[in-house]
């Protein structure tokens, strides 16, 4: 007897193989006591023997029972992971013969989830490590918060107050301070490079407890005046500079003409918040023996350690006290201000933080959308296969399997589309970094790891849930056997499916306007931040360094001619709208010169002092920065006019609060120095972003004073600054070729970082909002044109009938609308509901923004209007008696 | 009281029983009156040895089992051997005999 085919049964129970095996046992049990039986034994005698005969039966049944269950679970095991290949070939092959469909699939779920993750990646190097320092919960940021609104935000300290402060507080083991700048490196071979540089006091790096990667730390006796100049460098610039060579540690470099020791390395990744290639010890010495005149200068960024037990409320009341009584000692200097701590994290991540948040919660929304996309294409897909599957089910696949098979698609598609997005990523990031290495505050890097790689692989994940819901959900509702009788497409499955759709469109509409709204109001928000934070535009300026030096340009009437001929020729040329020059441009600091004013009583141990940025020609209009009062200099402010200048807002607001134009100073030690009349007052340039405050500046009329004679020229151009370079160096040797033209570069490069971080959020939020907007729009227009199609022939019957073309199209334009408008009164209405979320990160608009508020609803409904017209129109083309007779 | 002869392993059982099935497909009494009659009367295996042995080769996919009934109209468990079950046999009949004469080498005088 050969035996049947191996035909599995379906699963055997615990049960089932327990009763198998007792019938196996008892019929064995019985052969043998028949058998004895026919030897002539009684019949209880012969079961009794075969009994014994046996052996342990217990034990017997026992261990075939768990051989059997081990036995059983591995082959539902097998069973499972057959199927599961299976539906996975089937899932490819299937995908692989709709490559529209798999490819529109595949790149949305690459293009949000990219988005998604590399936001996350972001996030998580900014909000979600701690801080590289020990003990990080006991460091805070030492700023001066403004006392009686008299300015916002916060300020630094000056070095005399932060002496003050550390001298006298109680709540802190110590408070260190830093600065930071931009110097050059001069390497054996090769150009002069930037270096960006941080200047910290001696105990700073024992205050952060952080340990070198190779040498020492500064300490407090490389900050004295006496002490040789050493520095330590960063993992990156040590690879740079000295070849990430440890026996080459010692070197010295030459930075800023200076040759400086390095005697340490920092491990990789150490920073205060910005990147820096070096860090130098500050030498306060010199500032604190003139307290006079720098306690007025405020430029040291605090760092401080909490006693342990000690919270930031108390340090709070401390500084707060001491602040009370330098105001009381310095009213001049400290009435305004008082040191107040916050949380070092918060500090240096500042608004950041909030609006990566948003970000990523704008990306999750974006993933929903595409989601619901997904959904409604998977379930056209879905029912148009609705035969196929009524067949499959016919011979004997059970629905839990059709459904996994739908399931395994969605699946499929959503985890390409992960793996891809994780590349899209990566390249996002890396190109991020690129552009500006410090885009992304904090000291972390942005980088792609395990855990950023797992929220992917969780979302890819969801993505395949959610999109294959819908039509596993739908399947399971099909009639199948109506599907094998009706012909070809027919109706469009169902009313739970029409249902599911509508529900599906709506959705996505709502979603994809509150998140319109939301990024509109950010847009603009982002926009008046651009403008007004910097105080002028910094794009499409190009400018360059001169160099007079020498007898040949002694006297101010030689220094005129040349800038005059250089750009009066620039100023003539195409595609320049204006042309300045200035001692120094924004970033590359200033001198200062106190100020006597007319018509007051100065107090001489207290002069008001300003920074002092002698301009020419038309800088202030190359740079962008407004005229807020008076006029700017003309052609007639030559040297036999009267001296004049312009004073920036803060200069205003600070010194002459009655009014300045045509009030007049004296700058200068003495006295009796030629008078300056204010004529004019330009807004605020804040070009290192909220870190560091506006000093109120004097802007004298080069022509008039010429302090220095080499300046730094400023050229707006229409188009791409860097065209213009050519022109300028011309226009500069047509004037004298001797002269040395250096450092061309757009405003933009010298300005540098914060704008690129801010200028990139801005293009990914917008890129967002577009994403959810086509995203819609083409949910919109799949699900009609599907459900236009499939309504053929009543668009048939009804034109036999003797409809109107307009009519048709009416109908289908009025479903469409009626979607659009109900999803647009859902989104409406969440995005009220969320205003306040947005509100924190608004600049310069209001949550109730009236051009958001109506232009969203009216870009959303002009856009569903196109995307139901092309289904209406297709629409009318229905030929009525092709569509009757068809399928 | 066991018949199976003391200290033999779970293998040799394990051997026997898939040489029995070799001969032919047969249920379990079957195995144990062929490999009975096939010793002469020596290897008398009782059910305590001889089912977890055709459980645990079936476990490990070496034979294949399926209700039928007796040549006297009964339900009973018949195994057969599997393709894999016969390559296992022919391997382990020659270890056997490796073994087999090996010890009798050892075990022989002088």
Known sequence: MKGPLSFRFPWRSRGRIAAEIDAELAFHLAMRAAELERQGIAHDAAIAQARAEFGDIESTRTYCRTQDEAGERMMRWNDRLESVWYDFRHAVRSLCRTPAFSGTAILTVTLVLGANTAVFSAARAVLLRPLPYGHPDELVAVQCKSVAGYFVGTEALSPPDYQDYRAQQHAFTDIAAYSNATETWLPGQGDTERVRAALVTGNMFNLLEATPRAGRILLPSDAGPDAPDVAVISSRFFERALGGDAARLGETLTINGRATRIVGVMRPGFTLGFQADIWFPLDLSGDLADPGRTRKQHWLNGIGRLRPGTTVETADRDLALIGAHLAAAYPDADSTRVATPMPLRTWMIGSFGSGLTLLQGAALLVLLIACANLANLTLSRALDRRRDMAVRAALGSGRGRLIRQLFTESMLIALVGGALAIALAYAATHWLLRLDANAVPGPYPVAVDGIVLAFCAVLASGTGVLSGLAPAFAVSRLDLQQALREGGRGSSGGRVVERARRALVIGQIALAVTLLIGTGLLVRSFRALDGVKLGFTPDHVLTAATNLTGARYDTLARVNLFYDQVLGELARTPGVVAVGAADELPTQGSTGASMRIEGQVNDEANLPNMAYIAVRGDYFRALGVPLLAGRLFTAGDDSTAPDVAVINETALHRFFPSGAIGRRIHIGPTATGPAITIVGVVGDVHAEGASYPVLPTLFPNHRQVAGGASLSIAVRTRGDPIALTPALRRAARGADPTVAVHDVATLEAVVGESLASRRFALALVTGFAGLALMLATIGVYGVLAYLVAGRRREFGVRLALGATQGSVVGLVLRQGLMWAGIGLALGLAAAVAGRTLVAASLYGVTPGDPITWIGVPAILLAVVTAACLIPALRATRVDPVAAMRAD | ?110
Do not use: C
């Not at chain 2, 070799?22 to 379990?28: F, I, S, T």
């Open chain 2, 1 to 110: 009281m066991s018949r199976t002869p003391p200290g033999m392993l779970q293998g040799t059982v394990d051997l026997l029983v898939l040489r029995a099935l070799a001969w032919n497909a047969m249920h379990g009494y079957e195995i144990s009156r062929w490999l009975e009659a096939r010793s002469d009367g020596v290897l008398m295996v009782d059910g305590a040895a001889l089912y977890p042995a055709l459980h645990r080769l079936e476990r490990r996919a070496w034979v294949a089992s399926w209700w039928g009934i007796s040549e006297n109209n009964r339900r009973a468990k018949f195994y057969r051997l599997t393709r894999t079950g016969t390559a296992h046999l022919r391997a382990s009949t020659t270890a056997w005999h490796d073994y087999a004469h090996a010890v009798a080498q050892v075990l022989a005088p002088r």
